[in-house]
Antibody, heavy 121, light 107 residues
Framework: EVQLVESGGDLVPPGGSLRLSCAAS????????MTWVRQAPGKGLEWVSV???????YYADSVRGRFTISRDNSKNTLHLQMNSLITEDTAVYYC???????????????WGQGTMVTVSS | IVLTQSPGTLSLSPGERATLSCRAS???????LAWYQQKPGQAPRLLIY???SRATGIPDRFSGSGSGTDFTLTISRLEPEDFAVYYC?????????FGQGTKVEIK
């Protein structure tokens, strides 16, 4: 079964750090286009970061310079290292895999259940 | 690119037709517009990609249309399980953006 399971969410103080993990099963992370999307309480979806199959990475303006996306091919896992956290980073963080159609990533078809990050003193 | 969805909330009865709008601030490549459904406490579910292609397992009462800057998700006859929040999404210049969502609620 194709599945994503996130972990690592926690309560952290402003300025703190946290590392999220997303374990994949049923497919290979290293040959997939993987992303993180977050959702603040009661709000909409916000794209955070992407890891291309090629190894290229991109970030939303709101997290660039503070967050780092990476993957561990040996563990088939995606990570999100979050530093210098601010209260606005409080959200459920989802990892997702892109659907590829004729070699082009067109949407996200597999999602994890999400992990909650709360930034508060 | 900013995506603006309307209306914010749609109040309808089961069996009625739902028409949701997504307007982009710039033209969107046709293969890069998708729609998702999200229910409370759940992850989003992909409904439509490439403007009008249904994802695996999505019933044919869901359909997508549009081009350029104006896109529409239509639910032909609302089933009880269709009451949820719907988001459009686009991809361009290595960045993805979502609309703010439309809530379809039971009237």
């Amino acid at each position: 079964e194709v599945q994503l399971v996130e972990s690592g969410g926690d309560l952290v103080p402003p300025g703190g750090s946290l590392r999220l993990s997303c374990a994949a099963s049923g497919f290979t992370v290293s040959t997939s286009y993987m992303t993180w999307v977050r959702q603040a309480p009661g709000k909409g979806l916000e794209w955070v970061s992407v890891f291309y199959r090629s190894g290229a990475t991109y970030y939303a303006d709101s997290v660039r310079g503070r967050f780092t996306i990476s993957r561990d091919n040996s563990k088939n896992t995606l990570h999100l290292q979050m530093n210098s956290l601010i209260t606005e980073d409080t959200a459920v963080y989802y990892c997702a895999r892109a659907l590829v159609v004729r070699g082009v990533e067109v949407a996200f078809d597999i999602w994890g259940q999400g992990t909650m990050v709360t930034v508060s003193s | 690119i900013v995506l603006t969805q309307s209306p914010g909330t749609l109040s309808l009865s089961p069996g009625e037709r739902a028409t949701l709008s997504c307007r982009a601030s710039q033209s969107v490549a046709s293969s890069m517009l998708a729609w998702y459904q999200q229910k409370p406490g759940q992850a989003p579910r992909l409904l439509i990609y490439g403007v009008s292609s249904r994802a695996t397992g999505i019933p044919d009462r869901f359909s997508g249309s549009g081009s350029g800057t104006d896109f529409t998700l239509t639910i032909s006859r609302l089933e009880p399980e269709d009451f949820a929040v719907y988001y459009c999404q686009q991809y361009g210049s290595t960045l993805w953006t979502f609309g703010q969502g439309t809530k379809v609620e039971i009237k």
